[in-house]
């Protein structure tokens, strides 16, 4: 199993552009999750999905948005990208089950300049 | 204010040394995670801790769980440089719509550092 990958590692986008972020996991895992991460601020819950068509909003939502249409993709969209969304996104996936322990991508390094 | 506070927010050890980090939070907890992250890398996850006083060891570290205190520990015995990375608590707190199951929140993080 490849586990949880995210495209692309880096990326650098000027104000106003758009982008999306891949996110693929091979693991039949239900729930799905974006974070981003910045620096001493740990990791905050952007988008979250239970499942293929069911998303819902987490901590950090505004300027951005996702879909679910399979089980293995969790597509995160950046519209009209602004310096404040210079993080980097990490991507995770997990059961339902006791634990949900979550199992998280590589991440992707974006600067917006 | 963070929900979940972590200290110190960072740590310098010489090799060898014995080191202890705190994850606390300022609500009702339900299970309590700990990753390691390094530099540019994704979460690696270390161990989760279900019931008050629950405590996991994973070859030197160890974490433990106070849930009336509403605190989880990570120590880690005689500190090596592979030990060196990010550590990060994530739990599901009681919000007052109800537990957040599935939806993780994160302390700030741990950022440790140790000499040879």
């Known amino acids: 199993n490849a586990g949880v990958t995210q495209t692309p590692k880096f990326r650098i986008l000027k104000i106003g552009q758009s982008m999306t972020l891949q996110c693929t996991q091979d693991m039949n895992h239900n729930y799905m999750y974006w974070y981003r991460q910045d620096p001493g601020m740990g990791l905050k819950l952007i988008y979250y999905s239970v499942g293929a068509g069911i998303t819902d909003k987490g901590e950090v939502p505004n300027g951005y948005n996702v879909s679910r249409s399979t089980t293995e993709d969790f597509p995160l969209r950046l519209e009209l990208a602004a310096p404040s969304q210079t993080s980097v996104y990490f991507c995770?996936?997990?059961?339902?089950?006791?634990?949900?322990?979550?199992?998280f991508g590589p991440g992707t390094r974006l600067t917006v300049t | 204010s963070q929900e979940l506070e972590q200290s110190p927010q960072s740590l310098i050890v010489q090799e060898g040394k014995n080191l202890t980090i705190n994850c606390t939070s300022s609500?009702?907890?339900?299970?309590l995670y700990w990753y390691k992250q390094k530099y540019g890398e994704g979460l690696i996850f270390l161990m989760m801790?279900?019931?008050?006083?629950e405590e996991k060891s994973h070859e030197k570290i160890t974490a433990k769980l106070d849930e009336k205190k509403q605190q989880s520990s990570l120590h880690i015995t005689a500190s090596q440089p592979s030990h060196a990375g990010i550590y990060l608590c994530?739990?599901?707190?009681?919000?007052?719509?109800?537990?957040?199951?599935?939806?993780?929140?994160f302390g700030q993080g741990t950022i440790l550092t140790v000499h040879p």
């Open positions: 801790l279900q019931k008050g006083g």
């Open positions: 994530g739990a599901f707190l009681r919000n007052a719509g109800g537990t957040s199951y599935g939806k993780l929140t």
């Open positions: 609500k009702t907890l339900y299970g």
């Open positions: 995770a996936s997990s059961w339902i089950d006791n634990t949900y322990e979550q199992y």
